[in-house]
């Protein structure tokens, strides 16, 4: 399963930028998706989540500020990033998984696909 992140950049404290993820697998909407974001010298974190029936988690750091959604028409996964902070830069991931215990989409061993990533810069 291919992933592939767009939507990345640079963004004054307080904007916002959307990312989406695509693929081109037919059984996308079997898959439960999640963002997570790498800073540089950190570990990868959970950052938003969805799964195949729509159930929606997200991290505390990003709880009214963000949202994902799933188009499964379109084969893809998008990350509504508003009022982004100091805290946000980081490369952003896509990935996919098809595990059914769904408490542990926060988890980054619940996936087996993922995208090589997208930069989000947050600087004035």
């Known amino acids: 399963v291919r992933l592939e992140e767009s939507g990345g950049g640079l963004v004054q404290p307080g904007g916002s930028l959307r990312l989406s993820c695509v693929t081109t697998d037919r059984g996308f909407r079997d898959y439960s998706m999640g963002w997570f974001r790498q800073a540089p010298g950190k570990e990868r974190d959970f950052v938003a989540s969805?799964?195949?029936?729509?159930?929606?988690e997200y991290a505390d750091s990003v709880k009214g500020r963000f949202t994902i959604s799933r188009d499964n028409a379109k084969n893809t996964v998008d990350l509504q990033m508003n009022n982004l902070k100091a805290e946000d830069p980081a490369v952003y991931y896509c990935?996919?998984?098809?595990?059914?215990?769904?408490?542990?989409?926060?988890?980054?061993?619940?996936?087996?696909?993922w995208g090589q990533g997208v930069q989000v810069t947050v600087s004035s």
């Open positions: 990935a996919a998984g098809r595990g059914r215990f769904y408490t542990y989409t926060t988890q980054l061993p619940f996936y087996d696909y």
């Open positions: 969805i799964t195949d029936l729509g159930g929606t």
